[in-house]
Structure formats: C-alpha cells, structure tokens
C-alpha cells in the first residue's frame, strides 16, 4: 500500500466518521425539539405550566393564541399579518411584542408590550406560538420557521 492510499483511506474512515456523528447530533436535536418536557433552548420549558395572567383567554374565550414577537424580526411581522387573518371563534389572540408601535394594529388581535409576561415566556427564539386551554395553562408551543404552515397552525389553534 502507498502513502498516498493510505492517507486517502484514512481521509475516507474521517469524512465517514464525521458524517456518522453529524446524523446522530441532528437527530438528538430533533428529539429534544420534539419534546415538551425539555427546553432545548437553556430556558425553562413553558409547556404545562399557567401563562401570565395578562395573556389568559378569560372566562368568556375557550382559548387563546399568544405569539412572541420582535419587531425587528421579518418573520415576526408575518406571523403577526396571519395572526390577524385568524377569524374571531372564541380565541384571545395576544401578541407579546417588544415595540407594539412597529405592529400595525388589528381590532382582531391585541399588541400588548407587557415585559415581565414576555420574559417569562421567552424561550430564546422569537417567533414562537403558544396555544393556551381555557384555564390558561400552555397546551402546545410552535417555533415558527419560513417553513411553518401559518394557516393550519392558526386553525389547530382556533380548534382548542
């Protein structure tokens, strides 16, 4: 065997290596993202556990929507846009947002710039979606990516 092949095989079990270990980190990743139990982000999990008390549905709601937004954020904007879309069914919906003058304002949606609610439900990742019960407590929590399906995510939540 020459140096050249052996440099070249062990160049080969190095790139398979990596390979193997990038798969079993992206699938950890995944995991952890799956779980409600978890916070991937190194914050506290909100899953399971009541919302501030100034983003509750209220007594005459059956649910709510809560979307933490950042006004510097364009994907924010656009989850704000189809937060506005969403027809009045018996849902709050509630924008936590930093600046809620940079949120053009909707009579079906509420813009409230409340920072203690806002830092308690932050997980490190702004835009996300929190779909609450009728009693307030966090259902489901959605990290929006350009590849969420806003409508259906705003429908599954309407539906609560």
């Known amino acids: 065997m020459t140096v050249q092949m052996a440099v ?4 080969l079990l190095v790139a ?3 390979l193997v270990a990038l798969v079993a980190v992206y699938a950890r990743v995944r995991g952890l993202e799956a779980s409600r139990e978890i916070g991937l982000s190194g914050y506290g999990a909100v899953v399971g556990r009541p919302a501030p008390p100034s983003v509750r549905p209220g007594p005459d709601r059956r649910s709510g929507l809560v979307a933490v937004l950042d006004a510097d954020c364009a994907l924010c904007h656009a989850v704000w846009d189809a937060l506005t879309a ?4 018996g849902v709050r919906i509630v924008a936590l947002v930093d600046r809620p003058d940079a949120f053009t304002p909707h009579p079906g949606a509420e813009r409230l710039a409340d920072p203690a609610a806002r830092a308690e439900l ?4 702004a835009p996300t979606v929190l779909q609450l019960d009728a009693t307030g407590v ?3 929590r959605t990290f929006v990516d350009a590849d969420t399906d806003l409508p259906a995510l705003f429908h599954t939540g309407s539906r609560a």
Not at 122 to 125: I, R, V
């Open 86 to 89: 969403v027809p009045d069914s």
């Open 138 to 140: 966090i259902v489901q």
């Open 122 to 125: 932050f997980e490190g990742y």
């Open 8 to 11: 070249a095989l062990v160049a």
């Open 16 to 18: 398979l290596f990596t």
